[in-house]
């Protein structure tokens, strides 16, 4: 019984645990980046001018040096294709962005990032941007000219507080005065620790680019489901290249996939490994009642009452191991639910979070009950079979 | 009123294992409606393997037994346990009581297997037992509390609650003491002459086969008269 219960309780715990995780983390990424995200491929890597002239198959060609063509990494018509989406019924927000990398500097402080250039109240639609604000004002992104909100990480990191005035430098070599409107903590450490927020204007100001330059567009939809087909029908209809928020993430899932396979084999050789235990236990049993059931042959109980005996004491086993290991589950998930962490990792988090899904309460019970009565059933036939006379006579 | 109880024609049955070996070589016998018959013989006679092949426990032998005008070989394993349930008490050497389970519950087992009975009459039934045998105010105990005596008086409660039309029994005396077979003694044969109870029991006690109404020796799996 010990055994089924913690295999039951492990797999409670561990199953909470994990999906706890990767559910706060999917949330977050959800929340924190795009469900379909379009953007301008550029194709670094490209054949020799000279091929196209001369037949390289049958001769040698070298040319050294080949400079990447001057291609912006912009999307043109950003603003036709954004008003296009937004008439689309299942999108519920869409929003331009222009990505630039950039040097953030307060006095002496300097630290190296990347700047978003974003229609604020738009960004805020789709990402939440407002409540992941720790300090500050998102509207005063809209009436100063050149607020800036920085992440909370990259805040601490240049000694940054509310109001003080920043730096911002671009590649371009083009410096601008900002002023921290706010200070926001999504909890992915990575973008917290390097990432900006100005306006869309500014950041086209720092390289130096007219007004309707931008680099991405952002898609929020409003049945996250959909985003593998919406990014599909985007990327033929605008001839840009449109990735859903899997694929961006693709990686993390495949760790996930990982992740759930290790723990699968766990739990399934914790409860082989009780199963075991019980038909150990219940064999056990057997021998030792067997004159029990002999005299019930005798007194002419059939077969099958015999191995029902030993079967519901098996099922016995089996529910009352499980529940205690569901309620010790529970417990544990609980407990360590309540124990402050914070972690500052992949993603940061202040206590680890467990995921209570009643489906996992109810597939380990279900375990629990399957691996007991296989367990229990070869010992029942056993009993069942017993002869008798054999065992009166040999007394 | 004459009928015939049991009836075995030319039983023979022998062990193959570890060498052939003739147990019971075709051995006829009868047993009439409340007769006591005591089966003797020094050991290795075969005489409790004939008490087992007739009260239906072991079923590999040649020839037919009938009980009850019912030929055993026709019935298939389950009907032969519910036939056993409702034909047969049996009473072995060891009294085989479960030990978790009180007199009372112990009694009731065959009842219970029964199934005809509602819980009260099984109840009812089952104390009628236990006082026929002297052993009604041990009803509550745990079967483990009781003496050796005592325990196998229950068992004998136990075999008769179902009313079974042949007792059997394999030296149910064996583990008792001079008093404790006396009792044991005298509650068979009160069984019979009262309730013309038919009794088939094996025993190698002489004081036990003087009081049956017939004795059947049995050496080298034949019948000695």
């Known amino acids: 019984m010990l055994g089924v219960m913690f295999g039951v309780t492990v797999f409670i715990f561990q199953a909470g645990l994990l999906t706890g995780l990767q559910n706060y983390f999917i949330d977050k990424t959800v929340n924190t980046t795009a469900h379909v995200h379009i953007y301008n491929e550029v194709r670094t890597a490209r054949p020799h001018v000279i091929s196209r002239y001369i037949d390289t198959t049958s001769r040698w060609v070298v040319v050294r040096n080949q400079k990447p063509r001057e291609e912006a990494r912009r999307v043109r018509n950003g603003t036709q294709i954004i008003s296009d989406i937004q008439k689309d019924p299942r999108v519920e927000g869409v929003a331009p962005f222009l990505g630039l990398q950039g040097i953030y500097r307060l006095g002496m402080s300097q630290q190296a990032g990347s700047l978003a250039g974003v229609d604020i109240l738009r960004e805020d639609q789709l990402f939440k941007v407002k409540e992941n604000m720790i300090a500050g004002d998102l509207l005063r992104m809209e009436t100063l000219p050149n607020g800036i909100i920085l992440g909370a990480g990259l805040a601490e990191k240049l000694g940054a507080t509310i109001d003080n005035s920043i730096i911002v430098i671009s590649s371009k070599g083009v410096s601008l005065d900002m002023k921290v409107v706010g200070i926001s903590k999504t909890g992915i450490t990575l973008q917290d620790n390097t990432r900006a927020y100005i306006s869309l204007r500014n950041a086209q100001r720092l390289l130096q680019q007219s007004g309707s330059y931008i680099t991405d567009i952002n898609v929020r939809l409003r049945d996250v489901d959909l985003s593998e087909s919406v990014a599909r029908e985007y990327q033929t209809r605008y001839g840009y290249r449109a990735e859903d928020w899997k694929a961006a993430n693709a990686n993390v899932f495949g760790i996930f996939r990982i992740q759930n396979m290790t723990v699968t084999f766990v739990i399934i050789s914790i409860l082989v490994v009780s199963g075991f235990g019980i038909f150990n236990i219940l064999m056990t049993i057997i021998y030792e009642k067997m004159p029990d059931i002999a005299i019930l042959k005798a007194m002419g109980y059939r077969d099958r009452d015999i191995s029902q005996i030993f079967l519901i004491e098996s099922l016995a086993i089996g529910i009352t191991g499980g529940l205690f290991g569901l309620l010790l589950g529970f417990l544990a998930s609980k407990i360590v639910g309540m124990i402050p962490l914070n972690i500052q990792g992949f993603v940061s988090v202040q206590y680890l979070v467990i995921n209570f899904n009643p489906l996992f309460y109810m597939a380990a019970f279900a375990f629990a009950l399957i691996s007991t009565t296989v367990a229990g059933y070869f010992p029942a036939r056993k009993a069942a079979r017993f002869d008798p006379v054999e065992i009166i006579r040999s007394r | ?225």
Do not use: C
Not at chain 2, 5 to 10: D, L, T
Not at chain 2, 43 to 67: A, P, V
Not at chain 2, 153 to 168: D, G, Q, S, T, Y
């Open chain 2, 1 to 225: 009123m004459n009928h015939t109880m049991i009836s075995a024609q030319h039983v023979t049955k022998r062990f193959t294992e570890p060498v052939e070996f003739v147990v019971l070589d075709d051995v006829s016998i009868d047993v009439q409606k409340g007769e006591f018959v005591v089966l003797v013989g020094p050991s290795g006679s075969g005489k409790t393997t004939l008490m087992y092949t007739l009260s239906t426990l072991d079923t590999e032998y040649d020839g037919d037994i009938e009980i009850d005008n019912t030929t055993i070989r026709s019935l298939s394993k389950n009907q032969l346990a519910t036939f056993r349930n409702t034909m047969i008490g049996f009473v072995f050497q060891f009294h085989y009581l479960l030990p978790d389970f009180t007199v009372l519950e112990n009694v009731m087992l065959p009842a219970q297997r029964l199934g005809i009975w509602s819980e009260e009459e099984m109840e009812h039934r089952a104390m009628e037992k236990l006082a026929l045998l002297g052993v009604a105010d041990q009803a509550s105990k745990k079967s483990n509390k009781l003496s050796g005596g005592q325990q196998q008086r229950v068992a004998i409660a136990r075999a008769l609650v179902n009313e079974p039309k042949i007792l059997f029994g394999d030296e149910p005396t064996g583990n008792l003491d001079t008093k404790n077979t006396d009792i044991v003694l005298d509650i068979l044969q009160d069984l019979k002459t009262e309730f013309n109870q038919t009794i088939l029991m094996v025993t190698h006690d002489t004081a036990f086969a003087r009081r049956a109404d017939r004795i059947i020796s049995i050496r080298d799996g034949r019948i000695v008269e």
